[in-house]
């Protein structure tokens, strides 16, 4: 069992900068896939960004695409920075971790990953 907590949520204007924080524990690490995910109210819960087992490898959604950046240090630790955040950011924001590289699965689909964490409120005020 892997277990995810994220930090670093909280309420913010629009235009500022937040980084999400995802730490992971449990057994044994190796070759986890790494994702972000978003839920807004009454919405499905949606892709934001990707990061392989090695971290050369990123992906985002076109929405947050040169805003927001996906990074690891594989001491177990997942982050999201998030510039330049506007209203439609608003949303619970869920790290996913999948025990296979992106490159052999559809990391874009929130049915593909295996463990996630509790979420983290991120409100974006206009």
């Known amino acids: 069992q892997v277990q995810l907590v994220e930090s670093g949520g909280g309420l913010v204007q629009a235009g500022d900068s937040l980084r999400l924080s995802c730490a992971a524990s449990?057994?044994?690490?190796?070759?986890?896939?790494m994702a972000w995910f978003r839920q807004a109210p009454g919405k499905e819960r949606e892709f934001v960004a990707a990061i392989s087992w090695s971290g050369g490898r990123t992906d985002y959604a076109d929405s947050v695409k040169g805003r927001f950046t996906i990074s690891r240090d594989n001491a177990r630790n997942t982050y999201l920075q998030m510039n330049s955040l506007k209203p439609e950011d608003t949303a619970v924001y869920y790290c996913?971790?999948?025990?296979?590289?992106?490159?052999?699965?559809?990391?874009?689909?929130?049915?593909?990953?295996?463990?996630w964490g509790q979420g983290t409120q991120v409100t974006v005020s206009s």
């Open positions: 449990g057994r044994t690490f190796s070759g986890y896939s």
């Open positions: 996913a971790a999948e025990p296979h590289d992106i490159y052999y699965f559809n990391y874009r689909g929130r049915n593909e990953y295996d463990y």
